[in-house]
């Protein structure tokens, strides 16, 4: 599968924006989708994920209550609502995909697919 991240831009602390990322081919529904985020200087890590049916969802403590995963296997799609958006939350955003499901631990390694990112500033 290949995917396209979009959605990102510049925001002022306090707003939002949302991130798409659309899938091509026909086995999306197989897998799980995971959003990560690299600020300049920092390694990569784990924002949030969501199951292949889109039931069980989980977020890096950091951004709980203000972002929402979401995906529609119908469009091959998934996205990233981000809301109360801080400076902390700039960043270069990736989605990826895995057959498998982490629950609450996953990592980049464990990634089998990845979109090019899509660049996030927020200003204070």
């Known amino acids: 599968v290949q995917l396209q991240a979009s959605g990102g831009g510049v925001v002022q602390a306090g707003g939002s924006l949302r991130l798409s990322c659309a899938a091509s081919?026909?086995?999306?529904?197989?897998?799980?989708v995971g959003w990560f985020r690299q600020a300049p200087g920092k390694e990569r890590e784990f924002v949030a994920g969501?199951?292949?049916?889109?039931?069980?969802?989980n977020y890096a403590d950091s951004v709980k209550g203000r972002f929402t995963i979401s995906r529609d296997n119908a469009k091959n799609t998934a996205w990233l609502q981000m809301n109360s958006l801080n400076p902390e939350d700039t960043a270069v955003y990736y989605c990826?995909?895995?057959?498998?499901?982490?629950?609450?631990?996953?990592?980049?390694?464990?990634?089998?697919?990845w979109g090019k990112g899509t660049l996030v500033t927020v200003s204070s």
């Open positions: 990826a995909t895995t057959l498998m499901w982490y629950g609450s631990t996953w990592a980049p390694k464990g990634m089998a697919n």
């Open positions: 081919g026909r086995t999306f529904s197989t897998y799980s």
């Open positions: 969501i199951s292949k049916s889109g039931v069980t969802r």
